[in-house]
């Protein structure tokens, strides 16, 4: 049983997202929501944290897997650092549980919304957008 989606749609799942962090005053706490957050990732079992299904252009380890389902797409990861599992369960959190097409159609406004791109180090964001390709070409490859 997947965590995600736990809203009804990418765009609710958006404003949740931007909603939640506007309720924390500065960045330090924000980090802190996202190592909570990281923490409520199941892990992964052992035997899918192959090469397969490691993540390039991650400095952190990334392992995800995609499976599909009744027509939707969803994504189980995890990373061996708490920040980047965070920054994986927001992007789930949008993106695991949708059609290919709505993945397709959606854009990450949730990272500019609540700033995000700006206060991550170049290789995290670096990471981030190598996980937001990975999500998206394996819905256009499905679409």
């Known amino acids: 049983m997947s965590l995600f989606p736990m809203e009804a749609t990418t765009a609710e799942a958006q404003q949740a997202i931007a909603d939640e ?14 190592i909570d957050l990281g923490k409520k990732l199941p892990d992964l079992p052992a035997d899918l944290k192959t090469e397969d299904h490691l993540l390039k252009g991650c400095q952190s380890l ?3 897997v995609p499976r599909h389902e009744d027509g939707k797409i969803f994504f189980d990861a995890i990373s061996d650092s708490t920040i980047v599992s965070g920054l994986i369960f927001l992007a789930l959190r949008v993106y ?11 854009e990450p406004t949730y990272l500019a919304e609540i700033g995000l791109s700006k206060h991550l ?8 957008a190598s996980l937001l390709v990975f999500i998206k070409d394996t819905a256009r490859a499905a679409a």
């Open 62 to 64: 990334v392992w995800i």
């Open 121 to 128: 180090s170049p290789t995290r964001s670096n990471g981030l």
């Open 96 to 106: 695991s549980g949708r059609t290919a097409q709505e993945i397709v159609d959606t």
């Open 21 to 34: 962090f506007a309720f924390f005053s500065d960045w330090s706490e924000r980090y802190q929501y996202l």
